[in-house]
């Protein structure tokens, strides 16, 4: 699991669409989804509901989202301290 996948997957839950997602880390939409797709595989289930040009979040999309953003949160103000205090 990598911190990029991450980051990936909760800008996707958040607007759920992989192509603004795309467009927020100038990659490819195809990036992001075969991303978030690796991602699922090794966590054994899905993220998102797939439909056609749509996405939303299924149950267990939902609780992960959820704990990533209290752990970026915390991630981030930890980085920003640090940049304060240089």
């Known amino acids: 699991m990598e911190l990029l996948q991450l980051r990936y997957f ?3 839950a958040e607007t ?3 192509v603004r997602t795309a467009e927020k880390y100038r990659v ?5 989804s075969a991303s978030v797709k690796r991602l699922e595989k ?7 509901i797939r439909g ?3 996405i939303t979040l299924s149950d ?3 609780c992960l989202r959820d704990a ?3 752990a970026f949160s915390s991630l981030d ?3 920003d301290t640090i940049s304060l205090s240089d």
């Open 10 to 12: 909760l800008e996707s």
């Open 16 to 18: 759920e669409s992989f």
């Open 28 to 32: 490819p939409p195809s990036s992001v």
């Open 42 to 48: 090794e966590l054994k289930t899905s993220l998102f």
């Open 52 to 54: 056609f040009n749509r």
């Open 60 to 62: 267990h999309g939902k």
């Open 68 to 70: 990533l953003r209290e």
């Open 77 to 79: 103000r930890a980085l």
